[in-house]
Nanobody, 124 residues
Framework: QVQLVESGGGLVQAGGSLRLSCAAS????????MGWFRQAPGKEREFVAG????????YYADSVKGRFTISRDNAKNTVYLQMNSLEPEDTAVYYC?????????????????WGQGTQVTVSS
């Protein structure tokens, strides 16, 4: 089992920044690829960003490319999502997720473990 706990969400004005953190425990963190997803009210959960086990490659949804940055610190068992130039459309609950055997970076069903989520609200 892997336990994931997100933090860092909150209310921010459009154009502002937030940094989300996801702390992992339970298994060897460096054995898992990590992803950030988000879910807005009435919408399906969608991929935001992903990072492979070593941190050497990252992937982004087109909607956040150039504004968000995913990173990980395997020594601290933590993955981060730096979000800049936030827009009201970024308002959602943000979840981190972990997968041991990566078949798809972007598919919700590909991930084995999920955090409880953290709310991000961007006001206009």
């Amino acid at each position: 089992q892997v336990q994931l706990v997100e933090s860092g969400g909150g209310l921010v004005q459009a154009g502002g920044s937030l940094r989300l953190s996801c702390a992992a425990s339970g298994r060897t963190f460096s054995n898992y690829a990590m992803g950030w997803f988000r879910q807005a009210p009435g919408k399906e959960r969608e991929f935001v960003a992903g990072i492979i086990r070593s941190g050497g490659s990252t992937y982004y949804a087109d909607s956040v490319k150039g504004r968000f940055t995913i990173s990980r610190d395997n020594a601290k068992n933590t993955v981060y999502l730096q979000m800049n130039s936030l827009e009201p459309e970024d308002t959602a609950v943000y979840y981190c997720a972990a997968v041991r055997t990566l078949s798809s970076m972007v598919a919700v069903r590909a991930y084995d473990y999920w955090g409880q989520g953290t709310q991000v609200t961007v006001s206009s």
